[in-house]
């Protein structure tokens, strides 16, 4: 779907089967990200329950490829959180839920990148620099769309020596092309389209087709830590 389309934005706000947010897993989530009496985030405008979120999902769930299994019912919100892990695609499937418990129309965007954060093992499983079905989600807020990508956290952007990606809800959170040393880090090379709940099938499959190596069996990635890697 384009980001210039007319959309339904109450319908960009339902709970589907991966955006599972009225589970209590997903709930407890919102609840310690936007503390306070009565409903989460009581008396803060969207903006800034969007903000807090960014942080929570950013730092409060371990970014990492490794291990990760590929099976439909692991790329629920709730199950997301539960394990405190996962990649980009796991940790966007989580904003977009947490974002859209507390009112905030979301779709979650797909891309390729070159020069995706990675340690020189993975290059090697991934089959270079590219790297295929790259996620960030898509908030509105304030009557427009803002792209957000609560993905890398800060302790593995320290040891990989880039800035952690911030997010003030009014401007786009694209990662920064440079890292801290001024070397490129990041650049978009398509962009795969926005999608109203996480297109299973269209994105593991395709993330099998283009990096067969990282996948150890049919639904689980290789073993390992890039954290471990880093060090």
């Known amino acids: 779907m384009s980001s210039h389309e007319t959309v ?3 319908a960009l706000t339902a709970e589907t089967e991966f955006l599972d947010y009225n589970s209590d897993t997903v709930r407890e989530f919102v609840a310690k990200a936007l503390p306070g009496e009565g409903e989460a ?8 329950k969007a903000v807090r979120l960014y942080y929570a999902v950013r730092d409060g769930i371990n970014y990492e490829v490794y291990g990760s ?5 692991e790329f629920t919100a709730s199950a997301i959180i539960k394990h405190k892990r996962g990649f980009c695609v796991h940790k966007s499937i989580v904003y977009a839920a947490a974002v859209r418990a507390v009112g905030v129309p979301s779709r979650i965007v797909y ?23 790259h996620s960030l989600t898509s908030v509105h807020l304030d009557g427009r769309w803002v792209k957000a ?3 890398f956290n800060k302790l593995l952007c320290k040891l990989y020596k880039i800035a952690p990606l911030e997010f003030d809800g009014t401007t786009d959170s694209l990662y920064h092309p440079y890292d801290e040393n ?24 395709g993330i099998r087709a283009a990096h067969p190596k990282l996948f150890r069996s049919d639904d689980e990635l290789a073993e390992g830590s890039l954290t471990g890697e880093a060090s």
């Open 8 to 10: 339904d934005l109450k």
């Open 41 to 48: 985030g009581e008396g803060l405008s969207d903006t800034e």
């Open 69 to 73: 299994r590929m099976t439909r019912g």
């Open 111 to 133: 891309g390729d990148v070159r020069n995706h954060l990675s340690s020189e093992r993975l290059r090697e499983l991934v089959g270079g620099d590219v790297f295929c079905f």
């Open 149 to 151: 990508t609560p993905v």
């Open 182 to 205: 001024g070397r490129r880090h990041m650049e978009f090379l398509r962009m795969r389209g926005e999608f109203d709940d996480f297109p299973y099938e269209t994105v593991v499959d």
